[in-house]
């Protein structure tokens, strides 16, 4: 079982590649309707909580969704 140091880890890790997905996008398609790195992220991301609550009951999956939010908003106003 992983220890609370590693889902954080792994939320930055998650969270850094949706960063760089997004800021990836917004140069080609500002309009952010076709985020195709960010979608396979997911599906990843969505897979790592399958085995991250098979592994520990106690697994915190909003938390764990919540460590990987991003302002959108304000991203999008820093590549305008």
Known sequence: MLSKKYYKKLAEIFKNGYIESYKHTLEN???MTNNVIGS???EMQWALID????DNPRFNEDTFLK?????LEKLKKEYQ
């Open 29 to 31: 398609d500002p309009n």
């Open 51 to 54: 085995f991250l609550k098979s």
């Open 67 to 71: 460590a990987m939010e991003i302002d």
């Open 40 to 42: 396979h992220i997911a």
